[in-house]
Nanobody, 126 residues
Framework: QVQLVESGGGSVQAGGSLKLSCTASSYMFSTYCMAWFRQAPGKEREGVAGVNSDGDTQYADSVKGRFTISRDNAKNILYLQMNSLKPEDTGMYYC????????????????????WGQGTQVTVPS
């Protein structure tokens, strides 16, 4: 089992940047499949970016070219670098993990992930 703690959220003007971090408690972090999800008010949670233990990544079309997911296995930290932020990026951002590997679009499927953090709020005022 793994505990996940997100940080780095905040309020930023449109066009700005934020870097989210997710610290994992497990020493098996390097073997986990990891992802970032977000939930806007009144909307369902959606996959934003995912990375498996091989380093393969997947992004939602809405964030391609603006967001970058990365992992530091030595520090047990997952990152999400968010650039050129837009008001529609506003939402609660969650870190997710699972022991089972995935690739491609499955990295953005909520039901694949069994472990979740509490979330960190990102606000981009319009």
């Amino acid at each position: 089992q793994v505990q996940l703690v997100e940080s780095g959220g905040g309020s930023v003007q449109a066009g700005g940047s934020l870097k989210l971090s997710c610290t994992a408690s497990s020493y098996m972090f390097s073997t986990y499949c990891m992802a970032w999800f977000r939930q806007a008010p009144g909307k369902e949670r959606e996959g934003v970016a995912g990375v498996n233990s091989d380093g393969d990544t997947q992004y939602a079309d809405s964030v391609k070219g603006r967001f970058t997911i990365s992992r530091d296995n030595a520090k047990n930290i997952l990152y999400l670098q968010m650039n050129s932020l837009k008001p529609e990026d506003t939402g609660m951002y969650y870190c997710a993990a699972d022991e089972l590997q995935a690739s491609g679009d499955f990295l953005l499927v909520e039901s694949h992930f069994n472990y979740w953090g509490q979330g960190t709020q990102v606000t981009v005022p319009s």
